[in-house]
Nanobody
Framework: QVQLVESGGGLVQAGDSLRLSCAAS????????MGWFRQAPGKEREVVSA????????YYADSVKGRFTISKDNAKNTLYLQMNNLNAEDTAVYYC??????????????????????WGQGTQVTVSS
């Protein structure tokens, strides 16, 4: 069992930056592949970014590519999402998610929220235009 707690959300203006953090406790963090998802009002939850358990492989949704950076500090048991040049379309509740030991392969499973076993409670990001 692993517990995930997100932080770092807030209200910002378009063009600003935020860094989200996801602190993990419980079992060995380094064995977990992780992802960031978001859900805007009236919309389905969507993948934003994902990272392999080693941190060596990453994925970004097209909508955030070049603006967001995911990273994983296994020594600190923390996942990060650096978000730059935010716009109104980034407004959503952001969730971090984890799954133990799953290998990145050609199936792009990491885009599917159903493949993750553990979820945080979410942190609100609101971008005013």
């Amino acid at each position: 069992q692993v517990q995930l707690v997100e932080s770092g959300g807030g209200l910002v203006q378009a063009g600003d930056s935020l860094r989200l953090s996801c602190a993990a406790s419980g079992r060995t963090f380094s064995r977990y592949a992780m992802g960031w998802f978001r859900q805007a009002p009236g919309k389905e939850r969507e993948v934003v970014s994902a990272i392999s358990w080693s941190g060596g492989r990453t994925y970004y949704a097209d909508s955030v590519k070049g603006r967001f950076t995911i990273s994983k500090d296994n020594a600190k048991n923390t996942l990060y999402l650096q978000m730059n040049n935010l716009n109104a379309e980034d407004t959503a509740v952001y969730y971090c998610a984890a799954v133990e030991g799953r290998v990145w392969d050609g199936s792009v499973w990491y885009r599917d929220s159903r493949r993750y076993d553990y979820w945080g409670q979410g942190t609100q990001v609101t971008v005013s235009s």
